[in-house]
């Protein structure tokens, strides 16, 4: 069965410690349950978990929301933000777990991509060289969250022209940010197989659009 | 911005703030029974509190949050992360020093009880009296670090009456004396991911799990395990034996389970909550509730149509079934049909002219672009398969290539005889699809010239065509024209089936091609799309759209296998009349039910068109 795998690449800098990572889990539960409510979402989904401080770990590797188990996303104490790296094992990622089209198996919908960071990449030569690969790899729609006061849109709009940003980075605003993300989901897995690209849902008040450059 | 002390955020942060006191005594304690009591109240506190806070911004329209929101917040989820960390020292500590066999577990409860957090309360539950308290351990627990600005002192948790931390203008003393009774049977485990897990289940699903009780902690033979009672109504039965989990999910949700279990040998655990633990079930609902069917509103759509179409003919010599159903995608939103057919046989010229057409999904207009393509393309070869000339001059044409094919002696070369074939079906398929783009281009700029933004992708639409006749000496000519997703094939047991033409399809599930693409409708691709057959006789001629494809035939491949194509008309003949007796509505009714087939993740319109 076609399956719509769904990335998220979630910052677990030192910067988001506390609080911030805490509201992140929260948001993630938000949007499981959202998207366990959505007929379609339920059949068809998948999800993986990608997080992104020093270390760049798969914490959840591409997983049917049937089956779908939310880990406790945790971060060090601190650590650098290797966004490069972290593009790098999704590449490698999408091609061993995506599945093609092929004569004998219907492959999986274009995937999508959500990444939140709260502040630019440490590796910034390394994130520049994944973009093209990135490209490469066909996403239905990557969409970067800048999330706080920090996080540096114009290196993620770099990468894709949808690039959103969020004020604060507490429960609230992660939880409406990762209802965004369910809705955006939804809406692409209804529209899939009849559009070229993903179009986004109206974001809410929380999550600011930035046009694109 | 200023709060009366009446302020409901501010008397909710007060009465936390009571509550974190006493709990902050707690941990000093050692009592992790207790902390989790405390914690699941947490919970209710913090749901308490957005519910003020929601409220309270509603009604007051802030526009900056409370600060207290932020402090509570805050505040909650460093209890949390504190309360893991001495989770795992005490458990630690426990398996050091040997006094419990294994570790402890958070007492099972009901959810029901609230806990008043003013620590006055004398009756409150302590420690038992053979729990020792561990000074080291008091020790190694973290500072209780409040972001909170009011925060006067750092909670250092060093000895019973160690200061109390001046959360609450109104500091209670600490009880000194731990009553004996422990109430075990309340409190609901945090939420952390040390609960143990097992797969998620799905209502209606058979569910089977083999545990391994070592991925519980339970290192040892056990016996007398067994679940609580509440497996048996969420549709589960245990099985001791080969510790299997198994049975029918019945209710979605997700499920704390206690798990029982005693030492085989007889060891007695000193602590009875360490003969349990809690056991996370997560349960999908079944997709299928889930489904809405809203009927689409015409005030709601331009170009609206019905939410399904059937037609039924008697007067060919074959007749022609088809029928058209909206998807469960769509009717989940109250959105239209984008599918449509069309067909006509007129016995003055002999001819069957058949169409299906499937609208691009993320195009607007696309429920026009496939009601228009179907009967612009058949009008179109209708109108000009009534020239005289052109109809003999087929017919002619149709008859030397077969006479050429069949030959008893193959010394012809076919070449000129399928040019004139080929050029034919250019001309009358070719000129349908072209027309039929036309059309799609006059509809986008009569509604352009009514002040509405289009485009012509907005009616973009796929375009299966298909025309068909028996002529006597030769038996029947099928010739086929495709853009996009979909199938058409001639079934036939005596023949062999065939697929009448090559998918569009791509890399990735969902990319085909459209009428309303520039490259589609040229002279090279035109040719490409085009195909004929020549078949003594068949048992049904099929037109579909990908919304019965794509479930009924799962990969390229199996549309090409003859054998797929006889099961799935066996398959259908099961639920459809096929024989003359069949009653005209009846055969409507029972071919638009087919439709309804349940595939999970294809929930596409879905039209189907038969000539048999």
């Given at each position: 069965?076609?399956?719509l795998p ?36 339920l059949e ?37 933000t ?26 999986d ?19 520049r ?7 490469k790899?066909?996403f ?5 969250c ?33 209802k ?34 | 911005m ?15 703030m009571g509550?974190?006191n ?14 989790f ?26 526009e ?47 959810g029901?009880?609230?806990l008043?957090p003013?620590?006055t ?8 009296e ?74 209606g699903k ?9 991925d519980?902690?339970i ?9 609580e ?18 049975g ?16 085989a040998?007889g ?21 299928r509730?889930l ?23 008697t ?8 029928a058209?159903?909206?998807g ?65 001059d ?13 030959a ?7 070449g000129?005889?399928r040019k004139k074939?080929s050029?034919h ?18 509809a986008?700029?009569e ?19 298909t ?21 058409i094939?001639v079934v ?18 969902g ?36 919304g ?5 035939f ?8 003859p054998?797929?194509?006889?099961l ?9 009349n096929?024989?003359?007796?069949a ?30």
């Amino acid at each position: 069965m076609r399956r719509l795998p769904v990335y998220l690449l979630l910052d677990t800098s030192g910067s988001m410690k506390g609080e911030p990572i805490e509201a992140v889990n929260v948001g993630l539960s938000s949007l499981l349950v959202g998207l366990r409510q959505d007929p379609s979402a339920l059949e068809s989904v998948a999800i993986s978990l990608i997080t992104f401080d020093r270390e760049v770990q798969q914490v959840m590797p591409l997983t049917d929301l049937e089956a779908f188990q939310l880990p406790q996303i945790q971060t060090p104490d601190s650590g650098p933000t290797h966004l490069g790296q972290a593009l790098q094992l999704l590449c490698t990622k999408v091609d061993r777990e995506v599945r093609r089209n092929t004569d004998t198996s219907k492959g999986d919908w274009k995937p999508l991509l959500f990444i939140m960071t709260d502040g630019s990449p440490s590796d910034l030569q390394l994130y520049r060289e994944c973009i093209p690969e990135i490209h490469k790899r066909n996403f239905a729609v990557v969409v970067a969250c800048a999330a706080g006061p920090k996080a540096k849109t114009a290196i993620l709009q770099e990468l894709t022209p949808h690039v959103v940003s969020l004020d604060t980075m507490d429960s609230h605003t992660f939880k409406q940010f990762f209802k965004w993300v369910s809705d955006t989901v939804t809406s692409g897995n209804r529209s899939m197989g009849t559009t070229v690209s993903v179009e986004l849902p109206p974001p809410p008040d929380v999550v600011h659009e930035l046009s694109p450059v | 911005m200023a709060f009366s002390s009446k302020d409901p955020v501010h008397l909710a942060t007060k009465e936390f703030m009571g509550f974190l006191n006493s709990l902050t005594q707690r941990i000093q304690q050692e009592e992790r029974n207790i902390l989790f009591q405390y914690l699941s109240n947490i919970d209710k506190m913090a749901d308490k509190f957005n519910e003020f806070y929601v409220a309270y911004v509603d009604g007051k329209q802030a526009e900056t949050p409370h600060q207290d929101y932020y402090s509570f917040s805050a505040i909650k989820f460093q209890f949390q992360n504190r309360f893991q960390e001495i989770n795992a020292r005490w458990t630690q500590h426990l398996q050091e020093t040997g006094v419990f066999d294994t570790p402890l577990v958070p007492p099972q409860t009901d959810g029901t009880e609230h806990l008043n957090p003013t620590a006055t309360e004398s009756s409150k539950p302590m420690i038992s009296e053979h729990e020792p308290t561990n000074p080291q351990l008091n020790n190694s627990i973290a500072k209780v670090e409040l972001p909170f600005e009011e925060a006067q002192t750092n909670y250092n948790a060093v000895n019973v009456a160690a200061t109390v931390p001046n959360l609450n203008p109104n500091p209670v003393p600490v009880p000194q004396k731990p009553a004996s009774n422990i109430p075990l049977d309340k409190p609901l485990p945090p939420k952390s991911d040390k609960w143990y897990g097992i797969p998620n289940g799905t209502v209606g699903k058979d569910y089977n799990h083999a545990l391994q009780l070592s991925d519980f902690d339970i290192h040892g033979a056990v016996v007398e395990d067994r679940f609580e009672s509440k497996l048996a109504e969420l549709g589960l039965t245990y099985d001791p034996q080969n510790k299997t989990l198994s049975g029918q999910p019945s209710q979605p949700g997700e499920y704390l389970l206690t798990f029982y279990f005693k030492w085989a040998g007889g060891t007695e655990s000193k602590h009875p909550s360490a003969l349990q633990r809690s056991i996370k079930w997560l349960v999908n609902p079944d997709p299928r509730s889930l489904w809405l069917n809203k009927p689409s509103s015409e005030d709601n759509f331009a170009y609206w149509k019905p939410d399904q179409a059937s037609a039924f003919c008697t007067a060919a010599p074959r007749r022609i079934l088809a029928a058209s159903q909206r998807g469960r995608s769509h009717a989940h939103e109250g959105t239209c049909r984008d599918d449509d057919f069309a067909f006509v046989y007129d016995e003055t010229i002999a001819w069957y002219i058949l169409a299906v057409a499937d609208g691009a999904g993320s195009a607007r207009y696309s429920r026009e672009g496939s009601r228009l393509a179907t009967r612009t393309a058949v009008d179109f070869i209708h109108n000009k398969l009534k020239h005289p000339d052109i109809l003999t001059d087929l017919k002619e044409a149709i008859i030397t290539l077969h006479a050429q094919l069949y030959a008893s002696n193959k010394k012809h070369d076919t070449g000129d005889a399928r040019k004139k074939v080929s050029d034919h079906l250019y001309n009358l398929l070719g000129g349908a699809a072209f027309n039929a783009k036309k059309a799609l281009e006059k509809a986008c700029a009569e509604r352009k010239a009514s002040e509405y933004d289009c485009e012509l992708k907005d009616y973009a639409t796929t375009l299966l065509l298909t025309c068909a006749t028996q002529i006597e000496t030769i038996g029947w000519f099928i010739a086929s024209f495709w853009i996009g997703d979909g199938a058409i094939a001639v079934v036939s047991d005596t023949q062999g089936s065939r697929l009448m033409g090559i998918p569009d399809s791509g890399e990735f599930s969902g990319q085909t091609r459209f009428l309303t693409m520039n490259s589609v409708i040229e002279p090279t691709e035109i040719f490409k799309r085009l195909q004929f057959h020549y078949t003594d006789d068949f048992t049904a001629l099929i037109l579909m759209t990908d919304g019965i494809s794509d479930p009924k035939f799962p990969t390229e491949n199996t549309l090409r296998e003859p054998q797929k194509w006889q099961l799935f008309w066996e398959e259908l003949a099961k639920e459809v009349n096929f024989s003359t007796t069949a009653n005209r509505e009846e055969v409507q009714q029972q071919l638009l039910k087919w439709l309804n087939f349940w595939s999970p993740g294809d929930h596409d319109d879905r039209t189907i068109l038969l000539v048999y």
